[in-house]
T-cell receptor, first 111, second 112 residues
Framework: GIQVEQSPPDLILQEGANSTLRCNFS?????LQWFHQNPWGQLINLFY???GTKQNGRLSATTVATERYSLLYISSSQTTDSGVYFC?????????????FGQGTILTVHP | DVKVTQSSRYLVKRTGEKVFLECVQD?????MFWYRQDPGLGLRLIYF???????EKGDIPEGYSVSREKKERFSLILESASTNQTSMYLC???????????FGAGTRLSVL
């Protein structure tokens, strides 16, 4: 099956710093989502981005499908950005939208 | 907004008990999924359902079964709970022709 690798596994920032999270995947995909899991366990959709670039406030994401990677940018980080960030992909075909998740990046933002 | 509701946030069960985890979505989605999350392993797919009464195994189905009698409800069943099933369980749903999955808040299950 498709493999998804995220880096770095852990990231510690001071409030106001910028960061880049990376997601590499082993095969072509028709779906890529970035999620933020808050401290209470809720997974929040950040981006649906199988290709191209999207921005939402301080967050933006870029997926280069031909090179099989995606980047999530967080600018001017805040303590509320802390949590786990997951990249998840769906290889398509008859998978019915099954997502394969990376192991996540644990982000801690200190005041 | 899509709402996916899991019946319990926290559960504590004994080894050997039969455990039911319930998930309800309010958006008439065709596809529903059960994942478990363990530290360092991300989320792994247990079972999914692409329609009422239809189900398929995911990557780690052993020790679990599912039921989908109505479109809005997808149940995960641990026939005989074991300590290695202590985990966070997450339910998700997706409209058939759309790619975005929406998640419930999760159930933290402890099996003692």
């Amino acid at each position: 099956g498709i493999q998804v690798e995220q880096s770095p596994p852990d990231l510690i920032l001071q409030e106001g710093a910028n960061s880049t999270l990376r997601c590499n995947f082993s095969d072509s995909v028709n779906n890529l989502q970035w999620f933020h899991q808050n401290p209470w366990g809720q997974l929040i959709n950040l981006f649906y981005i199988p290709s191209g670039t999207k921005q939402n406030g301080r967050l933006s994401a870029t997926t280069v499908a031909t090179e099989r990677y995606s980047l999530l940018y967080i600018s001017s980080s805040q303590t509320t950005d802390s949590g786990v960030y997951f990249c998840a992909v769906d290889a398509g075909g008859t998978s019915y939208g099954k997502l394969t998740f990376g192991q996540g990046t644990i982000l801690t933002v200190h005041p | 907004d899509v709402k996916v509701t899991q019946s319990s946030r926290y559960l504590v069960k004994r080894t050997g008990e039969k455990v039911f985890l319930e998930c309800v979505q309010d958006m008439d989605h065709e596809n529903m999924f059960w994942y478990r999350q363990d530290p360092g392993l991300g989320l792994r797919l247990i079972y999914f359902s692409y329609d009422v009464k239809m189900k398929e195994k995911g990557d780690i189905p052993e020790g679990y079964s599912v039921s989908r009698e109505k479109k809005e409800r997808f149940s995960l069943i641990l026939e005989s709970a074991s300590t290695n099933q202590t985990s966070m369980y997450l339910c998700a749903s997706r409209q058939g022709n759309k790619n975005i999955q929406y998640f419930g808040a999760g159930t933290r299950l402890s099996v003692l």
